[in-house]
């Protein structure tokens, strides 16, 4: 099992000084950096608290390639839909040659309907504008040329600049359960980037399954089996009952925040859930429900031997890599001193 960090922070529980907004990303990548975790995470959010810190993974993406020598710099994710596909191509590669040849991105099709803000008219279709996308972006990224309209509306040939140092760009499809994601994201011959919000690890392991299928049915898969990342809320300590009272708080908060953004997102699907009309009650009866069966099997909450359990059922199912979101409220220096229990779970676990 490979560990890495991920970061999707609530701005809103950020330091009021914002010099010190970034500390654990930065802190934390240089710990990584340093204990041969495999890659750091981070988001693109726009428009609310929840994920606040990382409206651009490129910009985060850079600052960590800048103070890090061998750990991969990946966004978790970009948000396909939002973006001209040599823009993505552009400032990807910056961070490539930055970090030496270590970027790495996860693609999204986006699933809140305000961030569609910067480029509404993807929004309906945004699953195909994902799939195009990240044919473009790897294209782009092989020094390929691009059909792009110009100001006067003539068509140009356009290639990306500076190249990169990578000749393949790796890339990963997020799914948030979807299972016919987890089969595009085969199809395309990509990794896959899920989460355990919203299904359990049995779960999980179907659409594991069916991903392998996908991945091994192409003809140039060439007995690779593709690569599987799963996110998990992650904090260690000595004593379970502890760690419980220690992050109820934050992360229980965390999670209502989520919850709510969630139902959100659904406001104009079928089951059509505002969330402005929930009331608080019920969102603080959705968040304490979340965080009892994320701390007993949803995360790498409690001790190095619990997790360590935790961890081998997630191998058993066929994940490749376990994504420690780590920036759940908790202060930056009580995370920061817990990464070493990290890395002992991470060396049990290897």
Wanted: charged content about 25%; overall charge negative.
């Amino acid at each position: 099992m490979d560990f890495s960090l991920f970061y999707f922070g609530n701005d809103s529980t950020a330091p009021a000084d914002s010099a010190d907004r970034y500390e654990l990303v930065i802190e934390g990548a240089r710990f990584a950096d340093r204990h041969d975790f495999t890659a750091v995470w981070t988001p693109e959010r726009h428009f609310h608290a929840f994920g606040g810190l990382y409206p651009n993974p490129a910009v985060t993406g850079a600052a960590i390639a800048a103070v890090t020598s061998r750990v991969a710099v990946r966004a978790g994710s970009v948000v396909a839909p939002l973006h001209h596909p040599v823009r993505i191509a552009e400032e990807w590669s910056v961070v490539d040659n930055i970090s030496g040849g270590r970027a790495g991105l996860a693609f999204a099709s986006g699933w809140h309907a305000t961030d569609f803000a910067l480029r509404p008219e993807t929004y309906e279709n945004r699953r195909e504008v994902l799939i195009e996308t990240v044919a473009q972006v790897r294209a782009l990224w092989r020094g390929e040329e691009s059909e792009v309209l110009d100001g006067t509306g003539e068509t140009r040939r356009v290639r990306s600049y500076p190249r990169p140092v990578q000749a393949d760009l790796p890339v990963w499809i997020t799914s948030a359960g979807g299972v016919e994601t987890f089969r595009n994201a085969g199809r395309l011959g990509a990794g896959v980037l899920t989460h355990l919000l919203g299904q359990d690890i049995d779960e999980l392991a179907q659409k594991i399954a069916a991903y392998r299928d996908a991945y091994t049915a192409r003809p140039d898969a060439d007995g690779s089996r593709g690569h599987v990342v799963v996110m998990v809320h992650t904090y260690l300590d000595r004593d379970e009952d502890a760690v419980r009272e220690l992050v109820r708080a934050p992360l229980t908060s965390y999670l209502r925040t989520s919850v709510g953004l969630l139902l959100g997102s659904q406001a104009h699907g079928p089951r059509r859930l505002d969330p402005t009309k929930l009331r608080d009650k019920d969102l603080d009866f959705l968040a304490a429900r979340a965080f009892d069966r994320y701390f007993e099997d949803g995360g790498l909450l409690g001790t190095v031997p619990k997790a360590a359990r935790i961890v081998e059922r997630l191998a058993a199912i066929g994940v490749d890599e376990t994504a420690c979101l780590i920036d759940f409220g908790l202060p930056a220096k009580t995370v920061l001193d817990g990464l070493g229990t990290l890395d002992e779970l991470r060396r049990l676990t290897a």
